[in-house]
C-alpha cells in the first residue's frame, strides 16, 4: 500500500540549478499538494491541484512552477534554485479539496541549495 | 489573517503520564475543521485526530482525544498513557479552503 510517493529523497543542487520534484499517488484522490517545511515552522502550502488539469498557488509559490500530469501525479519544478528553497518539502493528496478531508502525505524531500 | 499558534515549543513527560499540547487559532469562520498531525523522525505526516467545529461532542482517537473550546477558539490534544512511540513533532492544524499550520510542538517521552 504505497500512499503518496516523492522522489527523490534527497537532494543538493547548486544555486541556479533546475530540477523536478516528482510525487505520484495510488489512492484514486482527485487534490493533490505540495508544501515545503522549514526549521520551527509549520507546513506552508505552494501549489495544490483540485482536481486534474487546475494548479492554483498556495501561501508560497515564487521560485516555483508545477505540472499535474494526470490523476495520478503531482510535479514541482525549480526552475532556478536558490539557498531560500532550501526545505523539506512534502507532496500530499486528499479525496477531495482539504475541507474536513484526511490529506495523506509523502515521506518528504530533503532539498538543500548551496 | 487566520493563524494557528502552539505555545509550547517543546514539552516531556514521563511514560505512562497524561501530557496536553496546547493550540489555539484565530478566524472569522463558523464551520472549519481542526486537525492534529503527528510527525515522527522519520518525517511522514500522519493524521491523530480530526475535530468538526459544528460538532460540541469532542472527538476521541483510543488515547488521543481534544478539548475543543470553540469561543476560545482552542483546540488542545490530550494523550493518555504516554508511550515512547509517541514521541514526535504535533502540528495543530486549521481548515476553511486550506491548510494553516501551527508551528508544532516537540514531545520528548522519558522512560
Known amino acids: 500500500n504505497a500512499g503518496v510517493t516523492q522522489t527523490p529523497k534527497f537532494q543538493v543542487l547548486k544555486t541556479g540549478q533546475s530540477m523536478t520534484l516528482q510525487c505520484a499517488q495510488d489512492?484514486?484522490?482527485?487534490?493533490m499538494y505540495w508544501y515545503r517545511q522549514d526549521p520551527g515552522m509549520g507546513l506552508r502550502l505552494i501549489y495544490y491541484s483540485a482536481s486534474e488539469g487546475t494548479t492554483d498557488k498556495g501561501e508560497v509559490p515564487n521560485g516555483y512552477n508545477v505540472s499535474r500530469l494526470n490523476k495520478r501525479e503531482f510535479s514541482l519544478r525549480l526552475e532556478s534554485a536558490a539557498p531560500s528553497q532550501t526545505s523539506v518539502y512534502f507532496c500530499?493528496?486528499?479525496?477531495?479539496?482539504?475541507?474536513?478531508?484526511?490529506?495523506?502525505f509523502g515521506e518528504g524531500s530533503w532539498l538543500t541549495v548551496v | 489573517a487566520q493563524t494557528v499558534t502552539q505555545s509550547q515549543p517543546e514539552m516531556s513527560v514521563q511514560e505512562a503520564e497524561t501530557v496536553t499540547l496546547s493550540c489555539t487559532y484565530d478566524t472569522s469562520e463558523s464551520d472549519y475543521y481542526l486537525f492534529w498531525y503527528k510527525q515522527p523522525p522519520s518525517r511522514q505526516m500522519i493524521l491523530v485526530i480530526r475535530q468538526e467545529a459544528y460538532k460540541q461532542q469532542n472527538a476521541t482517537e483510543n488515547r488521543f482525544s481534544v478539548n475543543f473550546q470553540k469561543a476560545a477558539k482552542s483546540f488542545s490534544l490530550k494523550i493518555s498513557d504516554s508511550q515512547l512511540g509517541d514521541a514526535a513533532m504535533y502540528f495543530c492544524?486549521?481548515?476553511?479552503?486550506?491548510?494553516?499550520w501551527g508551528a508544532g510542538t516537540k514531545l520528548i517521552i522519558k522512560p
Open positions: 489512492m484514486n484522490h482527485n487534490s
Open positions: 500530499a493528496s486528499s479525496e477531495e479539496g482539504a475541507r474536513g478531508n484526511t490529506i495523506y
Open positions: 492544524a486549521y481548515n476553511v479552503y486550506q491548510l494553516i
